[in-house]
Every structure is written in structure tokens, then in C-alpha cells.
């Protein structure tokens, strides 16, 4: 003999899906077998699909590190377990790197697949991804979108964002202090270190100097070919 929800099932409306269910058939029953009550999305025996659960089969049971309507984001707690619809961690702890209630956020000046990467961002914070730092401005000795360059080479001609502290001229003539120079404008950039300032660019970061011509570029190289350079010593 059938059961009051058993009949339920069969009395379907006419107006909702077989997979569907509520006042205005906006819910979804992931039922077995086609067919669900109206009103409650209960099943019957059919029991739900895969990784459904409830009497109405539209709760999920995700593994232990997944949550979502669909299990599809992932929660990176330090002991396995996170709550399959908030994504909270069972013991509130996240693996190293990770922040946030599901865990799911990268720690400040962290980025990557993984949070492995470093932006050296002076704000401290970047965009979990590509790692470009939300507001403008590296730590000390670091250059780049995303801070991770070091100071010793400029990302392209014409760079305004050169922080580091080369202060010797392409002739080898030591730059003079910025604080010296008669535009106060520049008394701001920092001792006498080869600069760029985005008001005044030049080709290279560049400084004043003694003797003739009063300024001149500074030779730093382009922060590829640097890079090459190093691999290319490295393999030696």
C-alpha cells in the first residue's frame, strides 16, 4: 500500500517540471527517477541522484574540502571537513596561506593557485589571481604589477616605477641628493638614488650629477633581460 507522500508523487501538476517544485516551481528536486511532489519536492522511494541528499534531494554532500550548490569551490582548512553550504571550517583553522570564513581568500601580499606567490605590495593587499596590488605602491626594493621584481632592473624603457637604490650614472659619476636640485618638485624622491618620476620621464631612471651634461641616465637593465642573465650564470 502506498504512503500519503508516495501518492503525492504521483499526483504531479501540471504546471511544474518533473524536477521541479514550490509555489511557483522555482525549486529543484534532483531526484532518481522523474517525479517529485509539488509542494515538498519529496522523492519517494527513488531516493536522489548522486551527491543529493534530503527529503527533497536538493542538499549536497560534498567531500570534505568542497562546498556550494554545486561542491565546486573549494575550502582550504588546516584538518579536513568544512561545512558543505558555507564553506566554514569544522575547527575554524585554514591551511597556511589561506584566510577568510570558507578559507578560500589568500593572505594579504600572497596570490597564486595555491597562495604560493609573493607580491611585495605596500598596502598589503593584491588581487588573489594575477596578484596585481589593489592600490599603486611596492615595499622597498621591489618593482611590478604585482611587486615581484626586484629593484635591480626596470620592467620597461620609459618605467616610472624604479625604487631601487642604483646612484651612479651610466659614466660612473655619483649622483647628487634630490634634495639639492633647484625644482621642488623633486625634493621628495629619496636620497640620491637613480629615479623616474612620472612627472619629468625619461627613457632610464636618471639623476643630477657634477660637471657636464647636469643629469644623465643610470644604467639598469631591463628586469628580462636579468633575468636571462641570471639563468644564464646559473648554468655555468
Not at 66 to 83: A, M, N, S, V, Y
Not at 102 to 115: A, D, T, V, Y
Not at 128 to 139: A, D, L
Not at 171 to 183: G, L, Q, T, V, Y
Request: neutral net charge; aromatic residues 10%; glycine residues 10%.
Amino acid at each position: 500500500m502506498r504512503t500519503m507522500n508516495e501518492r503525492s508523487v504521483l499526483r504531479r501538476s501540471e504546471f511544474c517540471k518533473s524536477n521541479r517544485f514550490g509555489n511557483k516551481c522555482e525549486q529543484i528536486c534532483h531526484c532518481k527517477e522523474p517525479g517529485c511532489d509539488d509542494i515538498t519536492g519529496y522523492c519517494g522511494r527513488a531516493g536522489c541522484e548522486e551527491e543529493w541528499k534530503g527529503p527533497s534531494c536538493n542538499g549536497t554532500v560534498c567531500i570534505s574540502n568542497r562546498f556550494g550548490e554545486k561542491c565546486e569551490r573549494i575550502c582550504h582548512c588546516k584538518e579536513p571537513g568544512c561545512d558543505h553550504v558555507t564553506g566554514h571550517c569544522n575547527r575554524g583553522v585554514c591551511e597556511d596561506g589561506w584566510a577568510g570564513e570558507s578559507c578560500n581568500e589568500c593572505l594579504p601580499n600572497r596570490f597564486g593557485q595555491k597562495c604560493e606567490r609573493f607580491c611585495h605590495c605596500q598596502h598589503g593587499n593584491c588581487e588573489n589571481i594575477t596578484g596585481v596590488c589593489y592600490k599603486p605602491g611596492c615595499m622597498k626594493g621591489w618593482t611590478g604589477d604585482s611587486c615581484n621584481y626586484t629593484t635591480d632592473c626596470v620592467l620597461k624603457t620609459y618605467d616610472t616605477t624604479y625604487n631601487g637604490t642604483v646612484n651612479i650614472t651610466k659614466s660612473n659619476i655619483p649622483c647628487k641628493r634630490w634634495e639639492k636640485a633647484s625644482d621642488a618638485r623633486y625634493h621628495v624622491l629619496e636620497e640620491n638614488f637613480c629615479r623616474n618620476p612620472s612627472f619629468d620621464p625619461l627613457e632610464y631612471p636618471w639623476c643630477y650629477r657634477s660637471g657636464t651634461p647636469y643629469y644623465e641616465t643610470c644604467t639598469i637593465p631591463l628586469c628580462g633581460m636579468l633575468l636571462i642573465k641570471t639563468k644564464t650564470s646559473a648554468n655555468q
